[in-house]
């Protein structure tokens, strides 16, 4: 069983930056393929960024240029830089994981296990 603990999350003003990170426990992250949701108050869950086992990723349309995914696989540990932050990208971010080497998709039913969730914040 997997398990995601993410932290980084706050308060920031638009503009500004946060750096999530997502720790995995219970299996190494090298074959999994990783991922950001987001979720606000009253919208459906987004897909935010996907990183692969190859280093592969993709991103939403609205965070391309803004949002960096990366991982460090000896540590476990799924990252999401985040910079020129919006007020519209105010949400609990999730990390979720699938046990599939290239699963380049922001699809949430394709993920197995996910995080808790962390608040961003974005005020005007």
Request: a positive charge.
């Amino acid at each position: 069983q997997v398990q995601l603990l993410e932290c980084g999350g706050g308060s920031v003003q638009a503009g500004g930056s946060l750096r999530l990170s997502c720790a995995a426990a219970g299996a190494s992250i090298r074959e999994f393929s990783m991922a950001w949701f987001r979720q606000a108050p009253g919208k459906e869950r987004e897909g935010v960024a996907v990183i692969v086992s190859s280093g592969s990723r993709i991103y939403v349309d609205s965070v391309r240029g803004r949002f960096t995914v990366s991982r460090d696989t000896a540590k476990d540990t799924l990252y999401l830089q985040m910079d020129s932050l919006k007020p519209e990208y105010t949400a609990t971010y999730y990390c979720a994981a699938v046990a599939r080497p290239s699963a380049l998709s922001l699809l949430p039913a394709l993920f197995a296990y996910w995080g808790q969730g962390t608040q961003v914040t974005v005020s005007s």
